[in-house]
């Protein structure tokens, strides 16, 4: 058996809310989840200055069997044929940035990058091999992981929840040796609460911009 390979064009899609006053952020949801209903979390932050864009990953699927409910999510990757996804995402996330970006003035625009969970991967892999422009990397609830070596100049936010079944205190502590190891400098930001976007966090992390 041989494996063949080709590239294709696809259709792909992202959501926007908000307007660049000063400011643009690139949200990356996590697994299972879909962009537009994840964009809904970061309207607390739309304060008519910064544009919030939801990219939304290539792979869409069933979450349930139940054919009265067949809601779907959406995946950013997974482990078979990792690197070559890992290679689409990037282009496609570069392409985003490229398209909304298009009639912006990015003379006076800061760009932050906010990965949620599996997306918090993805963030750190775009940062890294992508060629887009990012002045701040906030990885929610999620793994720096360890195949990628962010940029010390890049201003990073761990943000957690206390009670993350996901993004347990053994995993940030495993995610912040591997840091202090690469000389890579980093803002810790714990909260009370689970796997999710809290939204006065969200609200607290957002004023910090110019920090």
């Known amino acids: ?38 964009l809904h979390h970061f309207a ?41 996804e890992i290679d689409d995402y990037v282009r496609y996330l570069g392409a985003v940035y490229e398209d909304a970006l298009r009639a912006v003035d990015r003379t006076h625009i800061r760009v932050t990058l906010l990965g949620f969970s599996q997306g918090s991967a993805t963030a750190c892999r775009w940062t890294t091999l992508g060629a887009s422009k990012i002045d701040r990397l906030i990885v929610w609830g999620g793994e720096v992981p360890p195949d990628v070596d962010l940029p010390r100049s890049l201003r990073l936010s761990l943000v957690y ?16 040796a591997r840091l202090r190891a690469c000389d890579v400098p980093y803002e810790l930001v714990p909260f009370v609460g689970g796997h999710e976007i809290d939204a006065e966090v969200l609200k607290r992390v957002a004023l910090t911009a110019d920090g």
């Open 161 to 176: 929840g206390s009670r993350d079944e996901y993004f347990t205190p053994k995993v940030v502590a495993a995610t912040e």
């Open 1 to 38: 058996m041989q494996e063949h390979r080709i590239t294709v064009t696809r259709a792909a899609r992202y959501f926007t809310l908000g307007r660049a006053e000063r400011e643009v952020w690139f949200v990356l949801h996590g697994y299972g989840q879909l962009a537009a209903r994840f």
């Open 44 to 84: 607390p932050i739309d304060d008519g200055t910064r544009l919030i864009v939801a990219p939304e990953g290539l792979s869409r699927f069933y979450l349930t069997e139940a054919p009265a409910e067949r809601r779907v999510g959406a995946s950013w990757m997974t482990k078979e044929d990792r690197l070559a």
